[in-house]
């Protein structure tokens, strides 16, 4: 395989996944051509434009942007966590927002989801940095098992609501469980979050590549490891609320897609973090496009659809290296 | 320049050492010597200023350790733990690079002075051929070589090693100490390594910490403090002195 340069493969991964986009724009229930859409796009005139703007851009637009938080969010914790199996949910943070949706529905108060699943999950991050807590010090076992704790607690409240709830909100709710994009509206502060991210990653880039020592070595050649695992901790946390609240627990994105930039050879944060934003969200945004369009105008999940295009990838990727160790 | 003033080294509630003192100046090497679980890695650990101690108990130039960011103090005190987390993925020149972490200024890339050190170092531990090759894809002891390669880059004053030697073949334990001997008597450096070689000490060291089970110790001047007596204490085992070329070795009893 030719070795790229780590440069060289940011910007074309960064094409290829702005281009897949735009194209997948023009996909749906009605499909436009990417000719037309750029004469309507021109024209910003006629059926076409109103589809585009009012419906597909803004989608695709979500997809994306989600795409490339729990892209972002998994890469963050599987660094935290030195765990190769961290992903944004670890903590229970989908859990916790969904508890808060979840009752926002029961409640028949839909408005206040959003604010009740940001409640709910911000609840749980601040419960698991305290209950992981001992001293000034925080180890990733701890966190891990806390987490898991905290979610498998959670999980069995949304159970007990599941059952409990009327039988014709069950599926709206199972639904929107399964990651769901189809109320989810781009917000300004979710692009501000992933440019902060991607900031960090590009920033404290080395640092954090010294964090796969362990903290103590990490320490030792001069970083302050306490304050750069808080802020992981809370960039990688909130970069899974922002998602989640607004489209469910959109699984396996944030889980496969640093592997698979990883396996490709690409480790420094520096490349890995907004590598793993363009290509999470092109995979969400593929991964919606297939949700919306091949049953159409039936709607899927499109946490389904990540996980069965993303679990091939990986698994073609482990078979085709034979050196990838623990 | 690294002074220990009544310091208690406590793990886990448990006081291992008891009431430290003791003062290491530039140029001097010192072997730390001990049984297993007697507190010597937790001790380099909180010299390094990786843990904190309960009181300001380490000073270097009687300044605290506490008062210094940990950036700063890697410039000071440097520490290769004799444990670490293997999931680095980058190749052996990159991770001998960390080690100038304290030291790039800039937030993106390394210097070119930086670079002179990573390669400097790379050379002085015979890797440079391996620069390119993935770390996690090393043999143990081409590992360790890279290990002591990237605390040279960081080039603390103060160098503290936790069994260094290990995984090292006899041409790498000997070159190494060779070289520490030479950059601490010629360049304003302290070191302090914990070893289990005994018979290196003399040769190679100036001074000598004896940490007891009892969490007593014992510092001072090697030719003072090496004889079979204090060895017998320390390690609960008889030793003998032989004599050797000028120089006496020690050989456990049964």
């Known amino acids: ?326 | 320049m690294l002074e220990v003033n009544s310091l208690d080294v406590v793990v886990d509630g448990k006081v291992l050492l008891r009431d430290l003192s003791f003062i290491v100046e530039l140029g001097q090497s010192w072997a730390i010597l001990g049984a297993n679980g007697t507190g010597k890695s937790s001790l380099l650990r909180l010299l390094s200023g990786i843990t904190k101690p309960a009181e300001d108990d380490v000073f270097v130039e009687d300044v605290a350790l506490s008062s210094f960011s940990q950036k700063s103090l890697a410039k000071e005190v440097g520490l290769l733990p004799q444990f670490e987390d293997h999931n680095y993925w980058g190749s052996v020149s990159e991770y001998v690079g960390l080690g100038r972490f304290a030291h790039a200024a800039g937030l993106f890339g390394q210097s070119e002075n930086d670079q002179l050190i990573t390669k400097k170092s790379l050379e002085n531990f015979e890797i440079g051929n391996l620069s390119h090759r993935e770390y996690r894809g090393l043999s143990g002891g081409e590992r360790q070589r890279t290990r002591l390669a990237s605390l040279m880059a960081q080039d603390p004053r103060i160098f503290l090693w936790d069994e260094p030697l290990e995984n090292l073949d006899y041409s790498g334990q000997m070159k190494f100490l060779s070289w520490l001997v030479g950059i601490v008597s010629t360049r304003d450096k302290a070191s302090m390594m914990v070893i289990h070689d005994i018979n290196l000490v003399s040769r190679f060291f100036t001074h000598t910490l004896m940490v007891f089970p009892d969490g007593g110790y014992l510092a001072g001047v090697c030719d003072e403090i090496m004889n079979c007596k204090n060895l017998s204490t320390l390690y609960q085992t008889r030793f003998d002195q032989v004599m050797h070329d000028g120089a006496s070795l020690f050989v456990p009893g049964f």
């Open chain 1, 1 to 326: 395989m030719v070795r790229m340069s780590q440069q060289s493969a940011l910007i074309s991964v960064a094409c290829v996944s702005i281009f897949t986009s735009i194209i997948c724009i023009g996909f749906g229930s009605v499909s436009i051509p990417i000719g037309l859409m750029f004469q309507s796009v021109r024209e910003a005139d006629g059926v076409h434009w109103t589809v585009l703007s009012q419906l597909r851009f803004p989608r695709v637009l979500v997809a994306f942007t989600s795409g490339a938080l729990l892209a972002m969010s998994g890469c963050l914790l599987q660094t935290l966590l030195r765990n190769p199996l961290a992903d944004p949910y670890i903590f229970g943070i989908s859990s916790g927002a969904s508890l808060g949706v979840l009752s926002a529905l029961v409640f028949a108060v839909p408005s206040y989801s959003v604010a009740l699943g940001f409640f709910g999950a911000s609840l749980v991050i601040g419960l698991v940095a305290f209950m992981a807590h001992k001293g000034s010090d925080w180890n990733p076992y701890r966190l891990i098992l806390t987490g898991v704790m905290v979610s498998a607690g959670l999980n069995a409240l949304i159970s007990l609501i599941l059952v409990l709830s009327p039988p014709n909100m069950m599926k709206g709710m199972i639904f929107w469980m399964m990651g769901d994009l189809t109320y989810a509206e781009p917000r300004a502060w979710v692009g501000a979050l992933i440019i902060l991210i991607i900031a960090f990653g590009v920033i404290f880039g080395r640092a954090l590549d010294a964090m796969s020592l362990g903290s103590e070595r990490a320490r030792a050649i001069g970083i302050s490891v306490n304050r750069l695992e808080y802020a992981i901790y809370l960039l990688a946390s909130f970069a899974a609320v922002a998602v989640v609240v607004e489209g469910g627990a959109i699984g396996f994105v944030g889980l496969v897609v640093p592997h698979i930039i990883r396996m490709t050879g690409i480790w420094c944060h520096r490349y890995l973090i907004p590598m793993s934003a363009f290509t999470g969200g092109a995979l969400v945004v593929v991964a919606d496009t297939m949700a919306r369009s091949l049953w159409a105008p039936l709607q899927l999940p499109v946490g389904v659809m990540t996980a069965l295009l993303g679990v091939p990838i990986l698994i073609y990727l482990l078979n085709k290296r034979s050196d990838v160790r623990s």
